[in-house]
């Protein structure tokens, strides 16, 4: 089977740098793909992505060596298949409350006996290799995603779950569901101390801590708290940002406007 590069690095111990898409469009997968990352995930949840849209984002970031990754919508067997079938090489579960929900996730995720996923990988083997339905159930990233109360309270016993690869922290989500308030880079102690038993839970039990992070300061944070799967925002958040190179071309613009007097032509119009 194909090598997953995300599972190698973190075999290797190192850390994983995460992208995340939520604008659909095999083109902008490709350009996300080639900034440097060592996996890319197409965000079926928050994102505005259709299933096949999906699959051409998958095909495009399997232009580069980094791994293909989906952010479920939700934890439901048909829409993880679809995901896995359609070549992501790792899935992450949103809102995992219980060892049970973590549970049927990873069944999800694998063939019987160890599962319930159906056979049928489809576009998987072709990206994969066709030996893929031997080798799936061990190389697939699992991450369940940690965000509410519930789900920290018990993270000990969500982290046990055979067959689940790591805890993915949504930072946003986590603070509302504490009382504080949506964003991301929250460090509010209460905050720094739930991350902390969130790799605790992962150190434990042979886990990757995965976290969701919107600046190289924050990210770095958190790698030397040990999560060793983390996200640097995303598309959205990049072209966002662009609003402050247009507001410092407006600046200068009216500036020199200011400063120049008005064209001849201009001012016989």
Not at 92 to 119: D, K, T
Not at 220 to 234: D, S
Request: overall charge negative.
């Amino acid at each position: 089977m194909r090598a997953i590069q995300a599972r190698e690095l973190l075999a290797q111990g190192r850390t994983v740098l995460n992208g995340w898409s939520v604008i659909p469009g095999g083109f902008l997968a490709e350009v996300m793909a080639s900034l440097g990352w060592d996996a890319l995930t197409v965000d079926m949840q928050h994102g505005i992505i259709g299933q096949a849209e999906m699959i051409a984002m998958l095909q495009a970031i399997s232009t580069t060596a980094l791994t293909p990754m989906v952010r479920l919508a939700a934890n439901d067997a048909t829409l993880i298949g679809h995901a896995l079938d359609g070549g992501a090489m790792g899935v992450i579960c949103p809102l995992i409350n219980s060892p049970e929900e973590a549970a049927s996730f990873v069944a999800a995720c694998r063939y019987p006996p160890h599962g319930v996923r159906s056979s049928g990988a489809t576009r998987a083997m072709i990206y994969a290799g066709f030996d893929y339905g031997g080798a799936a159930d061990a190389q697939v990233l699992k991450f369940a995603m940690i965000e509410t109360a519930d789900a920290l309270r018990r993270v000990d016993e969500i982290a046990a779950t055979p067959g689940l690869d790591g805890l993915y922290v949504g930072p946003s989500d986590l603070s509302l569901a504490l009382g504080g308030t949506q964003g991301f880079d929250k460090d509010e102690p209460h905050m720094i101390e739930a991350y902390r038993a969130i790799v605790e839970a992962c150190r434990k039990h042979g886990l990757t801590a995965g976290i969701h992070t919107a600046s190289p300061a924050f990210a770095g944070r958190m790698a030397e708290m040990g999560f060793r799967f983390i996200t640097l925002v995303g598309d959205f958040n990049f072209i966002l940002a662009g609003r402050g190179l247009v507001r410092q071309a407006r600046e200068r613009l009216d500036q020199t406007a200011l400063e120049s007097p008005t064209s001849p032509a201009l001012a016989r119009a």
